[in-house]
């Protein structure tokens, strides 16, 4: 089956086919580092992490390159800086840590590459030169500026006319533009503020410019897909092409476009600038990283998505379910001896769940139709288990698990999940009291026993007797 992907350019849902299925290439336009990112900028990451994990799945680990970068250049970044009197260095390193612990948190995958623009800057200066050599780009009073004219194609990504792009542009048109819709590779640093040497001036660049030479640099042009959150679609992407169209270099840039929706929080974008965010660094001190993921994951990626503390108790609750049949399981399996572990058989009902994992993200990452299918899967090994079909619950189980980890979910240790929920002081406590439980039943005592379950039922814990002995589990909220 085939991986079917929306293209935004074209407005429809397409056959996906890489240039080169050994050498598969998705760039996704990453965040600015100066402050702890909030929940709605991880909603790309973790989309197109989902992404990454498909292509890996259809053409090979090593077959796919994917690039996200990241911005270090800009005047928030110089703003933080001065307020802290320190080189933007530290700035960004500091939030570069902060978003790559989160984005590991919500069960992202390290990209291939992320290229850094304050290390990229001869690949721009470069494009740069090139786009003035073949007049898509003039010099007007330091700056060097984009000359939309010289791109007939200018607007149809975003399928803005140019006159409504005029007007957009005309709220803030620079005297030394020789278009409204014309905008900046290159400007002049003002004092104080970082600066690097360039054929044009001292200065630093604009930050389409970044993205198309950081793509040239870090996988070459064209590429075959490339992302981000919708609000990018114009003017960021519609730029970038135009850059990476005139340079020179080749006609084609990205041979698919894609774009996530929104999260929002209270009907609104959630935003940095309206104040309505939720930190990805503060939900993860209440949440699983994974419970998150799912809540990210739970509508259609193309459509918006209301954030609300509902949301992440739901998902947190999928996965309880999902995690108890995966423990449930794994205790049948502990009891079973090994030689009795036959395997073979067909289990048709979980393979074809499996599979309908699969074909539902390859279908334009139909996340929502995808998570029913885990369902029934899961299902299937509840049923396999109830039933002690053995080799069933085995396949079953692994079905799962394979599913689940295509989407980057059931990764953690089902018992531990489970015991994610209790401190440090509380699993102290539990361990004490399951063990003066065993003593009391060694020596017979049942009524001091007895009050030790209920002791253990109050704390909310579940034992269970096993051959291996007892283990326990945070008991499944009503
Ligand atoms: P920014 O740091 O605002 O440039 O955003 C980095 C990435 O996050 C871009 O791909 C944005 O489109 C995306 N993004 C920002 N805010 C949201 C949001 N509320 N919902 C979805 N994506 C977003
Ligand atoms: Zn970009």
């Not at 080189?87 to 790559?100: E, F, K, M, Q, T």
């Not at 994992?357 to 279908?363: G, H, K």
């Not at 995808?370 to 189980?397: C, I, M, N, P």
Request: one cysteine or more; charged letters at 25%.
């Amino acid at each position: 089956m085939t991986l079917s992907l929306y293209d935004t350019m074209t407005r429809k849902k397409r056959a996906f086919t890489p240039r080169n299925e050994h050498r598969v290439t998705l760039y996704v336009c990453g965040p600015t580092v100066y402050n702890y990112a909030h929940i709605g900028n991880f909603r790309p990451v973790v989309v197109f992490d989902l992404l990454f994990r498909v292509l890996r799945d259809l053409y090979g680990e090593d077959a796919v390159l994917y690039a996200a970068n990241v911005t270090d250049v800009d005047d928030k970044i110089n703003a933080k800086a001065a307020e802290e009197g320190v080189p933007i260095g530290v700035i960004s390193d500091r939030y570069l840590a902060a978003y790559n612990a989160d984005a590991a948190a919500l069960g992202a995958m390290k990209p291939t590459f992320q290229p850094r623009v304050t290390e990229t800057m001869d690949a721009i200066t470069a494009f740069i030169a090139d786009l003035v050599a073949q007049k898509a780009a003039y010099a007007a009073e330091g700056h060097v500026v984009f000359d939309t004219q010289a791109f007939p194609d200018y607007g149809k990504l975003s399928g803005r006319p140019m006159d409504e792009m005029i007007a957009g542009a005309r709220v803030d048109v620079a005297p030394y533009k020789r278009h409204p819709a014309d905008f900046v590779l290159w400007k002049p640093s003002k004092p104080g503020e970082p600066s690097w040497d360039s054929a044009f001036g001292p200065g630093r660049p604009g930050w389409h410019i970044e993205c198309t030479a950081m793509i040239e640099q870090a996988l070459g042009l064209p590429i075959d897909i490339h992302g981000g959150g919708i609000d990018l679609v114009f003017p960021h992407h519609e730029n970038e092409l135009a850059q990476g169209v005139c340079a020179g270099h080749g006609t084609e840039y990205a041979d698919v476009w894609m774009h996530n929706g929104f999260l929002n929080m209270g009907d609104e974008k959630m935003s940095k600038s309206v104040g309505n965010v939720a930190l990805a660094h503060d939900l993860l001190k209440t949440w699983p990283g994974e419970a998150l993921r799912w809540a990210l994951l739970a509508g259609h990626y193309r459509q918006p998505l209301e954030w609300t503390g509902d949301l992440i108790e739901q998902a947190k609750s999928a996965l309880d379910r999902l995690y108890r049949v995966l423990d449930d399981s794994a205790r049948f399996l502990e009891g079973v001896p090994t030689a009795a572990r036959a395997s073979g058989g067909e289990h048709r009902g979980a393979v074809e769940a499996h599979d309908a994992v699969v074909s539902a993200l390859r279908d334009d990452l139909n996340t929502p139709l995808a998570f029913a299918a885990l369902f029934q899967l899961a299902d299937h090994v509840r049923t396999s288990t109830t039933g002690k079909d053995v080799a069933g619950v085995e396949r079953g189980r692994s079905l799962l698990l394979e599913a689940g980890q295509l989407m980057g979910l059931l990764v953690a240790d089902p018992r531990a999940w489970f015991q994610g929920g209790a401190d440090d002081d509380m699993k102290a406590r539990v361990e004490a009291l399951i063990a003066a439980r065993g003593e009391a039943r060694a020596a017979k005592d049942w009524p001091a026993a007895d009050r030790i379950r209920d002791e253990l039922s109050a704390l909310k814990v579940e034992v269970m007797d096993g051959p291996t002995g007892a283990t326990w589990r945070i008991k499944e909220q009503a």
